[in-house]
């Protein structure tokens, strides 16, 4: 079992930037792979990007290049960095985390884009 905590959300303008953080409760080392996801008024919950405890990491198409998912294993904190943040880009922003093939979700934190 695994406690995922969001923070970092906010209210931004067109352009700029925004960090996500979702601490976990437990050691990453032992959680196979950390995502960030989003879920917009009406729509379904869309994968984001993902890191593996190798370190590997992918991206939606929508957001390759503006955002950047990494984390800090001492701290056990898994961070999404969102820069030239698009009107689309406004959501709810979840972190789920998958321990031997069971996901968890975090509370999720708002991102909302304006002009």
């Known amino acids: 079992q695994v406690q995922l905590v969001e923070s970092g959300g906010g209210l931004v303008q067109v352009g700029g930037s925004l960090r996500l953080s979702c601490a976990a409760s437990?050691?990453?080392?032992?959680?196979?792979?950390m995502a960030w996801y989003r879920q917009a008024p009406g729509k379904q919950r869309d994968l984001v990007a993902g890191?593996?405890?190798?370190?590997?990491?992918n991206y939606a198409d929508s957001v390759k290049g503006r955002f950047t998912i990494s984390r800090d294993n001492a701290k056990s904190t898994v961070y999404l960095q969102m820069n030239d943040l698009k009107f689309e880009d406004t959501a709810g922003y979840y972190c789920?985390?998958?321990?031997?093939?069971?996901?968890?979700w975090g509370q999720g934190t708002q991102v909302t884009v304006s002009s």
């Open positions: 789920g985390g998958v321990v031997a093939m069971k996901r968890y």
């Open positions: 437990r050691s990453m080392s032992s959680i196979d792979v």
């Open positions: 890191i593996t405890s190798a370190g590997r990491t």
